[in-house]
T-cell receptor, first 113, second 115 residues
Framework: NAGVTQTPKFQVLKTGQSMTLQCAQDMNHEYMSWYRQDPGMGLRLIHYSVGAGITDQGEVPNGYNVSRSTTEDFPLRLLSAAPSQTSVYFC????????????FGEGSRLTVL | EDQVTQSPEALRLQEGESSSLNCSYTVSGLRGLFWYRQDPGKGPEFLFTLYSAGEEKEKERLKATLTKKESFLHITAPKPEDSATYLCAVQARFNSGGSNYKLTFGKGTLLTVNP
């Protein structure tokens, strides 16, 4: 099993550009989520999904979109990148939405100039 | 608002020097407390789940304990490979009356163990 796979690992964008961070898991997990990690702050939840076709907003959803068309994939879209979105993004999954035992990907480091 | 405070922010130990990391929290309706380890450039890796005051979990040189207001991660005779950032997270209902839960993470403690 590959676990949770994120691509790309690194990306540089210009302000106003759009892009998609990819996340795939091969563990048949019901729950998937996106977090961002910034220096001096804890991980913050952006969006989450409790199953295919179901998504919901986390704590910091503005500027991001998600979709969950399959159990395996949960892409995160940046609609119009801003410097404030410079961060490390982590995708995480779990077998059940009510567990805190998450499996994290290795992260995607995004810089917005 | 749920809050998680970890202390110290950074801790430097000599190999074999035991110590503890602290995680204090304020949350409405705690469902569980979780410890993660994060290595540089990697995603967090799950270590322990604690559900109720008095509960303890152990794994190799690590032992996690829980009270009603805080959790401790005790590190006994640490080795250099224990160097990492240790994250604490609490789980509670996301929205009042809702059925979804969220994790609130602390900022972490950076542990360095020197040989």
């Amino acid at each position: 099993n590959a676990g949770v796979t994120q691509t790309p690992k690194f990306q540089v964008l210009k302000t106003g550009q759009s892009m998609t961070l990819q996340c795939a898991q091969d563990m048949n997990h019901e729950y998937m989520s996106w977090y961002r990690q910034d220096p001096g702050m804890g991980l913050r939840l952006i969006h989450y999904s409790v199953g295919a076709g179901i998504t919901d907003q986390g704590e910091v959803p503005n500027g991001y979109n998600v979709s969950r068309s399959t159990t395996e994939d949960f892409p995160l879209r940046l609609l119009s990148a801003a410097p404030s979105q410079t961060s490390v993004y982590f995708c995480a999954s779990s077998y059940w939405s009510r567990t805190g035992e998450l499996f994290f990907g290795e992260g995607s480091r995004l810089t917005v100039l | 608002e749920d809050q998680v405070t970890q202390s110290p922010e950074a801790l430097r130990l000599q190999e074999g020097e035991s110590s503890s990391l602290n995680c204090s929290y304020t949350v409405s309706g705690l469902r569980g407390l979780f410890w993660y380890r994060q290595d540089p450039g990697k995603g967090p890796e799950f270590l322990f789940t604690l559900y109720s005051a008095g509960e303890e979990k152990e794994k190799e040189r690590l032992k996690a304990t829980l009270t009603k207001k805080e959790s401790f991660l005790h590190i006994t005779a640490p080795k250099p490979e224990d160097s990492a950032t240790y994250l604490c997270a609490v789980q509670a209902r996301f929205n009042s009356g809702g059925s979804n839960y969220k994790l609130t993470f602390g900022k972490g403690t950076l542990l360095t163990v020197n040989p």
